[in-house]
């Protein structure tokens, strides 16, 4: 019986919870932001969501900590 390389199933690993992660986020349904006095709003804790955070992610909906949080729960459920 052949012993597998470590480096081929740490590689199988990574491919397999890249392939999760993109999947995951493939069917994710689109979000509408929300706006609050005409600004983009976390759709948790409805703050204002920081400018430097919608341009690095232009579709965001969430503040990065919710969003992080958001991330954790849905981790748990897969």
């Given at each position: 019986m052949r012993i597998p390389d470590p480096s081929d199933v740490a590689t199988?690993?990574?491919?397999?919870?890249?392939e999760r992660i993109l999947n995951a986020h493939k069917f994710r349904?689109?979000?509408s932001p929300?706006?609050?006095d005409g600004s983009r709003c976390c759709k948790e804790c409805e703050e204002p969501i920081p400018k430097?955070?919608?341009e690095t992610v232009p579709t965001c909906v969430r503040c990065v900590d919710c969003e992080n949080i958001l991330e954790i729960k849905n981790k748990g459920k897969a």
């Open positions: 199988h690993h990574e491919e397999q919870e890249r349904p689109v979000e929300l706006i609050i430097q955070r919608i």
